[in-house]
C-alpha cells in the first residue's frame, strides 16, 4: 500500500511538473539575457549588437546585456556561448570571419553548423579599404603602386588570423599583386584604426560601420568601398571596380545564434525581438547610416539563417583553403 501511493506520488509530481513546463517556457525571459560579442567594443559587431540590445528589451521585457569576449579572432566568444546552457540567456552575435572563415582556417572546440542553433540574419556591409591619412597616396591605383614599391616595410592591420581583415588583405595581394605584411590585433577594428590614426599602420579593410565614422572625422582616408556599386551611405568613395581592383568583392554579415538544444519556442521569441528592433525606423535609418544593408524579413529567421549559413560556408571554405590562408600566417 505504502509502494502504490509513493506511486501515485511520483506520478501526479511528474504530470504536474509537465503541465508546469509551458508555463515556465512562456516566462522566457524572465532575467537579462546576454549578447556575447566576439570582439572589442566599439568594433563593428559591438556597434551592432548595441544598438540591437537597446531596441530588443522592449518585446522581450527584460534587458539584453552586451558582454565582449575578445580573442582567437573571435573563436573564443563563440566558444563561450556554445558551453552556456541552451536556455536562452546566453546568445552569440557573430559574422563571417567568427562563423564561417574560422572554421577554413583554424580547428575549432565545436562544429559551427551542429553546435550552435540559428536564431536571425540581421545585417550586412562592404568593407572599405582605408589608409592612414597621410599615406602618400589618393587612389586605389596609387596605393597598390605604394605597395609594390614598399614590400619590405608596408603593413595591414587586422583583427586576427582568418578575421575579415586577413582575408580581404590576402585576396587583395592575390588579385593585385600587392605586398605588405599583416599585423595581428587582439581587439580587431578598434585598436587598428587607433594605431593607423596615429601613423603605426598602413593600411586596412575595415567594415563600412566603423570605417565611415573615422574617415568622416578625417583620422583615416578611404580608397574603395569592396563591392561592385558604390555605398548608399558613403557615394563619393568608389567601388574597388572603379578605383582599380575588379572583383575584390568581400561582404560581411551578421547573424545570432544559441547553443545547440535551446528549445524552439526560446529560439521562435528571440528572433522575433531581432526582427522587432530591426523593423524599427530608427534603428534602420542608424544601421543605413552605417553602412548596414539590414536582409529581407523573409531570411530574418532560423531557417533563413541556417540555409544562408550552410551556403556560405560550402561557397567560402574551399575558397579560403585554396588561398592557402592558415591561422598561422598572421602570428
Known amino acids: 500500500m505504502q509502494a502504490h501511493t509513493s506511486q501515485s506520488t511520483v506520478l501526479a509530481l511528474f504530470f504536474g511538473l509537465a503541465a508546469l513546463a509551458p508555463a515556465v517556457a512562456q516566462t522566457y525571459p524572465s532575467r537579462p539575457v546576454t549578447l ?60 563571417w570571419p567568427t ?18 542553433e540559428p536564431v536571425t540574419l540581421l545585417a550586412a556591409n562592404p568593407y572599405v579599404v582605408v589608409a592612414r591619412k597621410d599615406l602618400p597616396v589618393a587612389t586605389l591605383p596609387e596605393l597598390i603602386a605604394w605597395l609594390k614599391a614598399n614590400s619590405d616595410k608596408a603593413t595591414e592591420g587586422t583583427g586576427g588570423p582568418g578575421s575579415g581583415q586577413h582575408v580581404s588583405g590576402a585576396y587583395f595581394q ?19 584604426i587607433r594605431d593607423m590614426a596615429g601613423g603605426h599602420i598602413d593600411i586596412t579593410f575595415d567594415q563600412a560601420i566603423t570605417a565611415l565614422g573615422h574617415v568622416r572625422a578625417g583620422t583615416v582616408k578611404a580608397l574603395a568601398v569592396t563591392q561592385k556599386g558604390r555605398l548608399a551611405a558613403a557615394p563619393d568613395i568608389p567601388s574597388v571596380d572603379e578605383a582599380g581592383a575588379p572583383g575584390v568583392y568581400i561582404t560581411t554579415w551578421t547573424g545570432l545564434w544559441l547553443p545547440a538544444g535551446t528549445p524552439k519556442d526560446i529560439v521562435a521569441k528571440l528572433a522575433a525581438a531581432a526582427r522587432f528592433a530591426l523593423a524599427d525606423p530608427a534603428v534602420a535609418r542608424r544601421l543605413a547610416e ?42
Not at 179 to 188: D, I, K, N, T
Not at 293 to 321: M, Y
Open 36 to 95: 556575447v560579442v566576439p570582439f572589442g567594443a566599439g568594433g563593428p559587431v559591438d556597434t551592432l549588437a548595441r544598438i540591437l540590445a537597446e531596441r530588443m528589451k522592449e518585446p522581450l521585457g527584460q534587458n539584453v546585456l552586451v558582454e565582449t569576449v575578445t580573442g582567437a579572432s573571435g573563436s573564443l566568444g563563440v566558444g563561450r556561448v556554445v558551453r552556456a546552457p541552451p536556455d536562452g540567456y546566453t546568445v552569440s552575435i557573430g559574422n
Open 290 to 331: 552605417l553602412g548596414q544593408e539590414v536582409f529581407p524579413v523573409d531570411q530574418q529567421t532560423p531557417e533563413g539563417l541556417a540555409a544562408f549559413h550552410k551556403a556560405e560556408i560550402e561557397k567560402w571554405w574551399p575558397l579560403i583553403k585554396a588561398a592557402g590562408i592558415r591561422a598561422e600566417e598572421a602570428r
Open 174 to 192: 592575390k588579385v593585385t599583386g600587392a605586398s605588405f605584411r599583416f599585423v595581428p590585433y587582439r581587439a580587431g577594428s578598434v585598436d587598428i
Open 99 to 116: 562563423h564561417v572563415v574560422n572554421g577554413a582556417i583554424m580547428t575549432l572546440p565545436y562544429d559551427l553548423l551542429k553546435d550552435l
